[in-house]
């Protein structure tokens, strides 16, 4: 069974203040929030990546900064919002790093991973192609496709659809929707608030480093939040599951 992961109480100087969350295997959670306001700062933490200045990461009854590297880069995947591609690798090649953490393991079983990755996020036809001749949303499929062929317990992306077309974002909602469906747990910072009122469980919304609302979208993205957190007038339109959020 996947292991839950917690926030308890974290502080991080001048950007976040004394959060506490536990986030659920099987669900889809969404991180929302203003410029600036710590979304991205709570999923490096969240990542095992930037240790708190107080507070505790707990993966199980585990504290994630006491864990090997290896352990947490077998539970934890993260896409950050601007990744750096250091070399220029194949799009497969590239992918493949995502199995470096199961060094070990049987060469059948990162070559299937590898290729479900390159199935899922459309990447067949670029295969071979070097990741300096790519579009900017094919680089992000493929940086996406990397953190899915790790297979880990836990996938954490910041702004995963920033740079996808609206066939491919819906797509990759819906992997995000298997997974979790797999029992893994998944959780995105999200600039689109109608994505997240749609396809989260439950929502987390950050206001200049506190926690402003945490729960299912229906309340953690009321009417009544955005007026406060964003200081928008915003209405919600259409049916459960479609809604579309009406400025003005
Ligand atoms: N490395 C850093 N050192 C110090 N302060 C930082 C650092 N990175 C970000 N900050 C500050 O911490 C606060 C939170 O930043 P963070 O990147 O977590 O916000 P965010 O909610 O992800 O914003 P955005 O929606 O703009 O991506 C901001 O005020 C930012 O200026």
């Known amino acids: 069974m996947t292991r839950a992961l917690a926030l308890e109480h974290i502080v991080v100087a001048d950007r976040l203040d004394a959060i506490t969350a536990t986030f659920a295997a099987g669900e889809v959670t969404a991180i929302c929030g203003p410029n600036g306001a710590g979304k991205s700062t709570l999923l490096t933490c969240l990542a095992g990546l930037l240790e708190p200045d107080a507070g505790t990461v707990l993966l199980g009854d585990a504290p994630l900064f006491r864990m090997p590297a290896a352990d947490r ?15 220029d690798l194949s799009v497969e090649t590239l992918i493949s790093l995502g199995r470096l953490p199961w060094r070990g ?33 094919e680089r992000a499929r ?44 998944v959780v995105l910072v ?6 997240a009122m749609n396809h989260a469980d439950r929502v987390l919304v950050l206001d200049r480093g506190h926690l402003a609302a945490d729960g ?3 309340q ?28 003005g």
């Open 73 to 87: 880069a077998r539970a934890i995947g993260y896409l950050p919002q601007a990744p750096e591609v250091a070399w």
């Open 105 to 137: 393991a049987p060469a059948g079983e990162a070559q299937a991973a590898i290729d479900a990755a390159i199935t899922a996020m459309d990447l067949e036809a670029l295969r071979t192609r070097a990741v300096s001749r790519l579009s900017g949303g």
């Open 142 to 185: 493929a940086l996406m496709a990397r953190v899915l062929a790790t297979r880990p317990a836990w996938l954490l992306a910041d702004e995963p659809l920033a740079n996808l077309d609206l066939a491919h974002a819906a797509s990759l909602m819906r992997r995000f929707r298997e997974q979790a469906g797999e029992g893994r747990g």
């Open 190 to 195: 999200l600039h689109d608030l109608a994505t």
């Open 216 to 218: 299912p979208p229906e």
């Open 220 to 247: 953690a993205l009321s009417e009544a939040v955005i007026r406060r957190v964003w200081a928008v007038e915003g209405r919600w339109l259409g049916e459960p599951g479609a809604q579309a959020l009406a400025l």
